[in-house]
T-cell receptor, first 112, second 111 residues
């Protein structure tokens, strides 16, 4: 079956621009997660959505980062006024309740 | 502070040379420990979940074990296609379902 789909797969933008990253979770999965993977580092939790509950935003590094999940399915991660330190691979995962998380292949974001 | 540490950072093996990867953790109330495999340019691929000390899981040449402070991923008679980065992650009480990841072990298996 279809896995987690992320788009775009690569994004290059200039410092100061806004970017939107999209995640389509596995159908039927109630939970959706965003992580960030910087070069040579482990995955860093950003935000978590579970059903209609308030999202856990505790991992967002600054108020330039925000995310939404519409209709309990597709999610968009938005980074405003991008900085060079935002360059990383942004990974989305989904799961059914507290079952293991399944990841997409990520969006590689490069800030010039 | 909740923390996950993996060792070694990198490991080079000859085909058929068995070895183990280590994941040590300090979390307040472990809910689950997860092993993932990540190939270059791809997202992590789920391998195993372990929930309690003494538990073991196996899949082909891989076997994961768990104690109260660490987990091991044993690789028996590895093949070149086992080359990847292996990631360990934990869920903890109060952390809901978010995962805390280690930095990973880069495994290279040479023929």
């Amino acid at each position: 079956g279809a896995g987690v789909s992320q788009s775009p797969s690569n994004k290059v933008t200039e410092k100061g621009k806004d970017v939107e990253l999209r995640c389509d979770p596995i159908s039927g999965h109630t939970a959706l997660y965003w992580y960030r993977q910087s070069l040579g580092q482990g995955l860093e939790f950003l935000i978590y959505f579970q059903g209609n509950s308030a999202p856990d935003k505790s991992g967002l590094p600054s108020d330039r980062f925000s995310a939404e999940r519409t209709g309990g399915s597709v999610s968009t991660l938005t980074i405003q006024r991008t900085q060079q330190e935002d360059s990383a691979v942004y990974l989305c995962a989904s799961s059914f309740l507290n079952q293991p998380q399944h990841f997409g292949d990520g969006t590689r974001l490069s800030i010039l | 502070e909740d923390q996950v540490t993996q060792s070694p950072e990198a490991l080079r093996l000859q085909e058929g040379e068995s070895s183990s990867l280590n994941c040590s953790y300090t979390v307040s109330g472990l809910r689950g420990l997860f092993w993932y495999r990540q190939d270059p340019g791809k997202g992590p691929e789920f391998l195993f979940t372990l929930y309690s000390a003494g538990e073991e899981k196996e899949k082909e040449r891989l076997k994961a074990t768990l104690t109260k402070k660490e987990s091991f991923l044993h690789i028996t008679a590895p093949k070149p296609e086992d080359s990847a980065t292996y990631l360990c992650a934990v869920q903890f009480s109060g952390g809901y379902n978010k995962l805390i990841f280690g930095a990973g072990t880069r495994l290279a298996v040479h023929p």
